[in-house]
């Protein structure tokens, strides 16, 4: 992994970002799911200043991209692709777009849908805030699925995290009125910081039931990863959220 800039180290953007950009070389493979495979599941992104950011004018439609129109499940941080692809096969009417920064990841997703037969599924390499932010047409998505994402579990590396303050009103804008936020992370503290700050965003209630301190049942929708496992093998227990944007207005 590259080395992480210093905190004090110039930036093209104004928050700290919740990745640390991995740029291996990647096997032909993968260097072949690019050149072979991109053209039918990468949507090219136009970019600002920084190689993972977005154009303030750039736009995903997803019904011109897609070519019709279908619900849309937006995966942020979708690794290699095993949960978003097993989705994506298994729900052929509805419309699935993956959200990543590492290349090689992308490439395994473009060869894993490419395998299954998988055709509802486009990829965005890009830095996260800014698809649901600027990328997608507002109230475009009907969920938005946050699974796993980096705990940056140093506390001073904590203002990286993905859901923190204000996550409400980046994630809120890209859903739909009723659209749902599922997350999961098998990291406690992240997982408790995640509740307080969704349950305090007012684009956002509970979608599922219990006190303050209930979590919401696994989504049978999530498959079952080499990754989720391995947290499970470490004693790790994994926590689910799930959430409903309110209406607006």
């Known amino acids: 992994m590259p080395e992480e800039p210093a905190d004090d180290a110039p930036s093209f953007r104004k928050q700290p ?22 053209p039918r599941y990468a949507f090219d992104v136009p970019r600002d200043i920084a190689s993972t ?3 303030p004018d750039a736009r995903l439609i997803p019904a011109e991209v897609y070519g019709r129109t279908a ?3 937006v995966e942020i941080g979708s690794g290699q692709g095993h949960a978003i692809v097993s989705a994506a096969a298994a729900r052929p009417d509805v419309d699935f777009l993956a959200v990543e920064v590492f ?20 990829l965005v390499e890009a830095n996260a805030p800014e698809v649901l932010e600027r990328l997608l047409p507002e109230g475009a998505a009907d969920e938005v699925w946050v699974f796993f994402p980096d705990p940056w579990h140093k506390s001073r ?3 990286r995290r ?8 980046t994630a809120g804008r890209a859903l739909r009125d009723g659209g749902l936020l599922r997350l999961a992370t098998d990291w406690e503290d992240y997982a408790l910081q995640m509740r307080e700050v969704l ?8 979608a599922f039931d219990g006190g ?14 080499a990754f989720e496992r391995k947290g499970i093998a470490k004693g790790r227990e994994i926590r689910d959220l799930t959430y409903r944007r309110v209406a607006r207005g």
């Open 162 to 169: 993905l859901v923190k303050e204000g996550f409400g009103a």
């Open 17 to 38: 970002v919740s990745f640390v950009r991995r740029s291996g070389r990647m096997s032909d493979a993968q260097e072949r799911a690019w050149s072979e495979l991109a």
């Open 103 to 122: 290349r090689a990841g992308l490439a395994r997703t473009m060869l894993d849908a490419d395998r299954a037969g998988v055709r509802n599924l486009r």
């Open 157 to 159: 590396h904590n203002k």
């Open 212 to 225: 303050e301190d209930a979590w919401a049942p696994r989504f049978d929708g999530r498959a079952m990863t």
């Open 71 to 73: 619900p849309l499940m």
């Open 199 to 206: 349950d305090a965003e007012p684009e956002f209630e509970r």
């Open 53 to 55: 950011s977005v154009h």
